[in-house]
């Protein structure tokens, strides 16, 4: 896999927790942020697209119908 270098800077309290938590685990303060970040993106990027569908749903008047809409709300109601 290809790697890029990125300096961040971070509070003292996060590192403090990183440096902890690389020993505790025997990884590096990188491969837990590398980790960190890339857990980040993928949720943002996911969180993205939803969003996009759903507002493509809207624009195309693609809503729930009354019955489905109480359908969920039985299920979970009782």
């Known amino acids: 896999m290809d790697t890029a270098i ?3 800077r971070i509070p003292v309290e ?11 685990t025997h990884r590096s303060k990188s491969f837990l ?6 857990q980040y993106v993928d949720l943002e990027a996911w969180q993205i697209t939803e969003i996009q569908q759903a ?6 008047n693609d809503f729930a119908s ?3 809409l109480d359908a969920v709300v039985n299920k979970y109601a009782g």
Not at 33 to 38: D, L, P, Q, S, V
Not at 55 to 60: F, G, R, S
């Open 33 to 38: 942020g590398g980790e960190a970040i890339k």
């Open 66 to 68: 009354d019955e489905e």
């Open 14 to 24: 996060v590192k403090t927790r990183l440096d902890k938590l690389a020993a505790a």
């Open 6 to 8: 990125l300096t961040i």
């Open 55 to 60: 507002i493509q749903e809207a624009d195309a």
